[in-house]
């Protein structure tokens, strides 16, 4: 599998890169090509000026030839210079003639003679005296001497450089408008993308009523965010509905629940036999203890709807901590044991009787399952923009592969069931956390169990109702 | 069961409830203690009794024909009525509770209810002074043989100043505000601990327990009465 990046910002980086690699692969094919085709020009001249000499000769003999040449190669003769010998196309030719001996006779613009045939880089020497280089073909003339005709490549140089310029000019120009043009493009995806997370993050976090804006451009972006508020009209009625049930249900159980009740305590004034008063009152406890299973269920559904939200004020934690630690501690006395607080004042943004709850519920859960004699201690810090508030007992502790289904609806460790409660406190706990932004989790320490909880501070604390 | 309730002053009672039985069982039982009950079971003709006569409490079940229960005391506060009103309704959410007294009930209590329950909390808010009157006010609460200075915060009994934590102050006092009148472990929570949510483990017991021994030291009368199924009685006579 070819592992391609997935974010917006790998591909517009792979797409630059890639259009890079192709323009230099085309810049490279065009230098290529046309070095080819100038060299192969060159070459085409130069033949065909030595067939051309080569017949002079033929006719007129060394000596002309050496007149001829000396007229070419514009130099030897102090003449107008060797531009006056550049080819139609603009490209300078140069000469050189050897006798039989290999002495030269014409032609000083070419220092040495080279072998014969052909010589891609025969040193050179230009007018001015500078050095350079030449393609060019040797032959043997038929007394013995020797013709040079070269092409100075210095032309060929030029061409390629500036087409090597232009090719860099390309590649430079579509890195850049490349770059802008998917910087451009990342941004406004990225932007469409954050409006529709920010909207799905606002759902999961209870906000129901929270759509995706459409600009009405009718855009791709448009449409699926169209088809995102569709459906999430359609998740906010099924809620909506669902907790309309719930109240309902709420109603008509409790209704002929609440009858029964009254007719049982009605019973149970009434009546002078003393078993049948105490099965009575049994089933009035047991109904209670049904109501409450109840209630508890729909109160951990409430409190994940975060409708409680609303409601919201700046609240000083640790008062609140507080009342509720003092409250259980006569509990813990009177079993024996040892329930400590440790308090730094912090204040965040929640709702005071669902925070009491759930530290309740903490405090009962020590109560109920950590042990004969297990002492518990609480304590709230601030931490870097955090409240941070710990529920720690000495007790036995839960199985590390228990810590997080203790948050689960109606978990009970104890297999025989045997001990009160739903099973719904740290549910409730979890659920009253997250309503505040906070997080919890759930850690062995050693002896025993212990909560960490995190809450934003509210950092403009008690300024009014919020 | 009738000795819980027989020193409340007789009150008439609007009371709107369309589930008969209910409505039976409540008009009965709050006659017998004496009060003078107005049953309706629409909402409507609950709003037109109201704005009609005077009542000195109003019992309003919510989900009623007509008019619902909430509706109905929002109209009737519109209109003028002041009578404390506390509603009864199977709608337990937050959410309800809190529209319920934001829509001008004193009290909300949640279906089904002991009905010892509702009586302590119909008997707390007949006394409940108007809105704005602290004319009430005492700073020295005195039931028998115990006084408490709410400006000194002190305690004594007899001639012996007693120490009470916080809680167990405010737990006296609410029970000395309430002398002879029963209050129920609900309506301590919620008054004393501003815990609007039963605990399940017994901590107004367990405070109770410990303000008793601190009153009873030296082996004097327990002024406080338990009163079963319903809460905790201060007694003015002893016993």
């Known amino acids: 599998m070819i592992l391609l990046p997935r974010t917006i910002k790998g591909l517009s980086i792979l797409s630059a890169a890639v259009s890079g690699l192709v323009i230099l692969i085309l810049g490279a094919a065009a230098i290529l090509i046309s070095h080819h085709e100038i060299e192969a020009q060159m070459d085409h001249r130069i033949e065909r000026e030595m067939d051309a000499l080569l017949d002079f000769h033929a006719s007129n003999g060394a000596a002309q030839l050496a007149q001829v040449v000396r007229g070419r190669d514009g130099a030897a003769t102090g003449g107008t210079g060797y531009l006056a010998d550049t080819g139609s196309d603009g490209r300078m030719m140069l000469y050189a003639l ?273 042990g004969n004699g297990a002492g518990a201690s609480v304590s709230l810090r601030h931490d870097a923009g955090q409240a941070i508030l710990t529920v720690a007992d000495d007790g036995k502790g839960v199985p590390t592969k228990d810590l997080e289904t203790i948050f689960e609806r109606l978990v009970r460790l104890d297999p025989s069931r045997s001990k009160g409660g739903h099973g719904l406190g740290l549910s409730m706990v979890r659920a009253i956390v997250h309503a505040h932004h906070g997080r919890i989790r759930a850690e062995s320490s050693t002896p025993g169990l212990r909560f960490l909880i995190q809450f934003p501070i509210d950092h403009q604390p008690f300024t009014g109702e919020g | 069961m009738e000795g819980t309730h027989e020193r409340l002053d007789a009150m008439r009672i609007l009371l709107l409830e369309d589930d008969r039985d209910t409505r039976d069982y409540l008009s009965r039982g709050l006659k017998e203690l004496g009060h003078r009950v107005v049953a309706e079971s629409d909402g409507k003709a609950a709003l037109a009794r109201t704005l009609g006569e005077s009542f000195d409490i109003l019992i309003l079940d919510r989900m009623v024909p007509g008019l619902d229960g909430l509706t109905m005391l929002q109209l009737a506060r519109e209109a003028g009525c002041q009578s404390p009103a506390i509603i009864l309704s199977a709608m337990a959410g937050i959410e309800d509770r809190v529209a319920g007294l934001e829509g001008g009930a004193d009290d909300y209590l949640i279906k089904p209810f002991a009905f010892a329950e509702l009586t302590a909390r119909l008997g707390a808010l007949a006394r409940r002074p108007p809105p704005g009157d602290r004319s009430d006010f005492q700073a020295l609460l005195r039931v028998a043989d115990i006084e408490m200075d709410l400006l000194k915060r002190t305690v004594r009994r007899g001639d012996r100043l007693i120490d009470l934590q916080p809680r167990e102050f405010s737990l006296l006092e609410f029970l000395l505000r309430n002398v002879d009148r029963p209050v129920t472990r609900t309506m301590l929570l919620d008054r004393v601990w501003n815990f609007g949510f039963d605990p399940k483990t017994n901590i107004v017991e367990t405070h109770m327990s410990r303000l008793r021994t601190k009153l009873n030291d030296g082996g004097r009368d327990d002024p406080i009465r338990t009163i079963r199924g319903a809460g905790y009685m201060i007694m003015s006579g002893g016993r």
């Not at chain 1, 030269?104 to 025969?122: C, H, Q, T, V, Y």
């Not at chain 1, 105490?278 to 269920?297: K, P, S, Y």
């Open chain 1, 98 to 370: 050897a006798d039989a001996t290999g002495r030269r006779i014409a032609g000083r613009l070419i220092p040495d003679m080279p072998p014969d045939g052909w010589s891609e880089f025969l040193p050179i020497r230009h007018p001015d005296g500078s050095k350079g280089e030449a393609q060019a073909l040797s032959r043997r003339l038929p007394d013995g001497g020797q013709l040079v005709i070269a092409a100075d490549r210095s032309a060929l140089h030029r061409a390629d450089d500036r087409i090597l310029f232009v090719v860099l000019m390309g590649l430079g120009v579509i890195l850049l408008t490349g770059t802008l043009s998917t910087i451009a493009f990342g941004r406004l995806v990225r932007r469409r993308l954050v409006l529709i997370s920010g909207t799905a993050q606002g759902i999961i976090e209870g906000d129901y009523a929270r759509r995706v804006p459409v600009d009405g451009s009718g855009s791709e972006f448009d449409r699926i965010s169209a088809i995102l508020n569709q459906m999430l009209g359609r998740i906010e009625e099924l809620m909506s509905s669902l907790r309309q049930v719930s109240s309902d249900l709420a109603h008509d159980m409790r209704t002929p629940l609440g009858r029964i009740r009254q007719d049982m305590e009605r019973l149970a004034r009434d009546t002078t036999d003393l078993a049948a008063g105490q099965a009575v009152e049994q089933a009035i406890v047991d109904i209670d203890a049904l109501l409450d299973l109840f209630a508890g269920l729909l109160g951990v559904s409430e409190v994940r709807g975060f409708a409680a939200r609303k409601r919201f004020v700046s609240l000083p934690l640790a008062e609140i901590v507080g009342d509720v630690t003092d409250a259980y501690r006569p509990a813990f006395d009177d079993d024996g044991r040892i329930l400590s607080a440790d308090l730094q004042p912090v204040a965040i943004r929640g709702d005071a009787q669902l925070l009491k709850r759930a530290i309740a519920n903490l405090l009962e859960n020590v109560l109920a399952h950590a």
